[in-house]
């Protein structure tokens, strides 16, 4: 058993005691947090959990608290995945969410074989949705990418939902303002470290020069880009050099390819090839082409995309070559690794930038934080053929004592 600390998040039923048992399914991993399923012992519903490591010194008590509360203003949304409850004990953080049983975005879209324009405007339209409903309340997500982005059900791509707001800006309270504080650049930031496919024109200059800005628009290029993607299944800005040795392709660094890739993003050069946008339609291309837009004062909002005439009415039922295009390396496990490629850059600077953020907040963040005390209780093992014959394996155990219920929300 896990002895753990609980913030419920609607869960918690009046005195009773709540399990959830480990399962041996990874759904994720990254350098300071892996996702897997979980099973609840008193329904047998099955859950995500979110394992986040005490050690890793940038993701503190009051930055996972920022998340949490972050969660709990997006609590019906539609589009946002919905967390349950969290815990916490010696060692990590746990974060139960409810689990979006079609995975992410483009491994779906890969299994499935086949990609249609309307299915990629229902996605669009819910992707737009969760962020104006962000943006409404003054949150920047500033991690928009098809990894963020899960299918609800395990045999149609829509709909989806947009997970992970562990970078999101503090949430702003009556009023959604203009800009996030001022972040200025450090100069390892723009080291050649991976991709930033996903990356707005303003995001890279923020780590190039000193003193610059950038706000919630930054997540409208990144939808463009993921829009782009899905259309025909491959980025609108690469990286790349004449070195015939570069790994670039691998998520090796090359500071060439990253440099290069920075300059097309920065100048906004990207294109439409005839082979897969021949058949696409030109209203699909307009929006791409209104949201990749370098000036933010012109890219298009997330209410303007959902009054965009291409979001608003049924698009052509035209069979994208997509599917076949991300497949193009012949291995599901190929995309996985380009999806792990395109965000090597984004880990890094988001890494980075989250600490910057740390500092700016901790002042705020202790003033506010009203629950510091830790409830505990004994460890104990997973009873034996909990599962019968299930293909679940025994593993630890969360326990929510009654007498660690803390509600952090009232």
């Known amino acids: 058993m896990f002895a753990v600390r609980l913030c419920d998040y609607g869960a918690y039923n009046g005195g009773s005691k709540d399990f959830y048992k480990l399962t041996e399914e990874k759904l994720g991993a ?37 998340e949490v509360n972050t969660f709990k203003m997006c609590k019906n949304q539609p589009n946002i995945v919905q967390l349950i409850e969290w815990f ?21 879209i890969i299994r499935k074989g086949y990609f249609t324009e309307e299915e990629a405007r229902r996605v669009t339209v819910d992707i737009a949705t969760a962020l104006k ?47 996030m504080p001022q972040i200025n650049s450090e100069p390892d930031l723009a080291s050649p470290v991976g991709s930033a496919e996903f990356m707005a024109p303003e995001v890279v200059d923020a780590f190039v020069n ?26 609108p800005f690469q990286g790349e050099c004449d070195d015939e040795d570069c790994g670039w392709s691998e998520g090796q660094p090359c500071d060439d390819c990253q440099q290069e890739l920075f300059r097309r993003i920065q100048c906004g050069e990207y294109d439409f090839p005839a082979e897969e946008w021949s058949m696409i339609s030109a209203e699909a291309k307009h929006l791409v082409s209104s949201l990749l837009v370098k000036n933010v ?70 003033k506010e934080s009203t629950t510091d005390s830790i409830s505990s209780a004994s460890p104990t093992e997973a009873p034996p053929n909990q599962f019968g014959t299930s293909d679940h394996k025994a593993l630890p155990l969360f326990m929510v004592p009654p007498e660690a219920f803390v509600d952090a929300f009232s």
């Open 133 to 179: 409903f962000l943006h409404d309340r003054g949150i920047a997500h500033r991690d928009v990418k098809p990894e963020n982005i899960l299918c609800t059900e395990p045999d149609r791509v829509s709909p989806v939902k947009l997970c992970d707001l562990d970078l999101a800006s503090r949430p702003v309270k009556g009023h959604s303002p203009p800009r």
């Open 297 to 366: 004062s012109e890219r298009l909002t997330a209410n303007e995309v959902l009054d965009h005439p291409w979001v608003k009415q049924s698009a052509p039922s035209t069979i994208l070559q997509t599917p076949s295009n991300l497949f193009r390396i012949d291995s599901a496990r190929d995309v996985q690794q380009m999806s792990e490629h395109f965000n090597v850059m984004n880990r890094f600077v988001a890494a980075r930038l989250s600490s910057r953020l740390e500092k700016i907040a901790i002042n705020e963040d202790d």
């Open 88 to 108: 916490e004990d010696d060692a990590n953080f746990y974060m139960v969410f409810e689990k979006m049983r079609g995975g992410p975005l483009l491994e779906h």
């Open 210 to 235: 000193d003193a610059l800005r950038y706000d919630k628009r930054c997540d409208m290029w990144s939808l463009g880009v993921i829009l782009y993607i899905m259309l025909c299944g491959y980025a």
């Open 30 to 66: 990254g350098a300071y947090a892996s996702v897997q399923t979980c099973v609840s012992i008193a329904s047998g519903k099955e859950y995500a959990v979110k394992v986040v490591d005490k050690n890793e010194e940038s993701h503190t008590r009051s930055r996972i608290l920022r």
